[in-house]
């Protein structure tokens, strides 16, 4: 989900083309490389398809299932599983120390204002380059990011859709719910504006307070009114 977050927010400004979604778009790249440098992305994706086709096969013999649906299922599942084998491991490490461009950024990410014009001239020189030069480069840099972002999005689709929501109310803007076993992902719908959900989940149980605004400093507080959402405790 963090990835789907990141790549979501590099997608978004990898098309504005002006200086500023440049910049917007290269901080999230790096953001991007970096989970997936520290982490085996690779292993963990890999092994979250292989558990979906597994489960999802074992449905094949059942009369209520769509065999034709299952199929097409089944097909995308293997396929994003064979693009995660060709990918080669620590990409993204190797991406970053192996660009001059992409590791002097890296370097001064932390530092506030260190990507300024004056402290990394050749940044500052890429970005006024004309938008097919800067495209091609930014196609190069994802090449290797889009089996990722197919597969991530894939698997939490079909994990968003195992569940249907249920209707429930939380009193006094708390809610104690015991979640069935191997339950994957606590989804909270909610219309209500005025109030956002903090989930702390274990094992066996959920737990939903609902927080608002208290002032204009944005002190928050749990709300003591009834909260009515939709709730789906989602697992394969």
């Known amino acids: 989900m963090r990835?789907?977050?990141?790549?979501g927010r590099l997608r978004y400004h990898e098309a504005d083309d002006s200086v500023w979604g440049r910049r917007a778009a290269m901080d999230a790249l790096l953001d991007v490389l970096n989970v997936m440098s520290r982490y085996d992305t690779r292993g963990e994706v890999s092994k979250e398809l292989g558990l979906r086709y597994g489960n999802l096969e074992?449905?094949?013999?059942?009369?209520?299932?769509?065999?034709?649906?299952?199929?097409?299922?089944?097909?995308e599942l293997d396929d994003l599983g064979?693009?995660?084998?060709?990918?080669?491991?620590q990409f993204a490490s190797y991406q970053i120390?192996?660009?001059?461009?992409?590791?002097?950024?890296?370097?001064?990410?932390?530092?506030?204002?260190?990507?300024?014009?004056?402290?990394?001239?050749?940044?500052?020189h890429w970005l006024s380059q004309g938008n097919r030069r800067i495209e091609q480069d930014f196609e190069d840099w994802?090449?290797?990011?889009?089996?990722?972002?197919?597969?991530?999005?894939?698997?939490?689709?079909?994990?968003?859709?195992?569940?249907?929501?249920?209707?429930?109310?939380a009193d006094a803007g708390v809610l104690v719910h015991n979640t069935e076993a191997n339950t994957q992902m606590v989804r909270v719908l909610l219309t209500d504006a005025s109030v956002y959900p903090e989930i702390s989940a274990g094992r066996h149980r959920a737990t939903i307070r609902f927080m608002q605004y208290d002032d204009s400093q944005l002190h928050v507080r749990q709300t003591q009114s009834p909260v009515h959402f939709r709730m789906a405790c989602c697992r394969f």
């Open 97 to 124: 120390r192996d660009n001059e461009l992409l590791n002097s950024l890296n370097n001064r990410m932390s530092i506030p204002g260190g990507s300024c014009s004056f402290d990394l001239p050749a940044y500052q």
């Open 142 to 169: 994802c090449r290797r990011i889009a089996p990722f972002e197919k597969a991530i999005a894939t698997v939490l689709r079909l994990l968003r859709a195992s569940t249907t929501p249920a209707s429930v109310t």
């Open 3 to 7: 990835l789907e977050h990141l790549i």
């Open 82 to 89: 064979r693009d995660m084998q060709r990918m080669p491991p």
């Open 58 to 75: 074992r449905l094949a013999d059942r009369d209520d299932i769509d065999s034709t649906a299952l199929t097409r299922v089944l097909t």
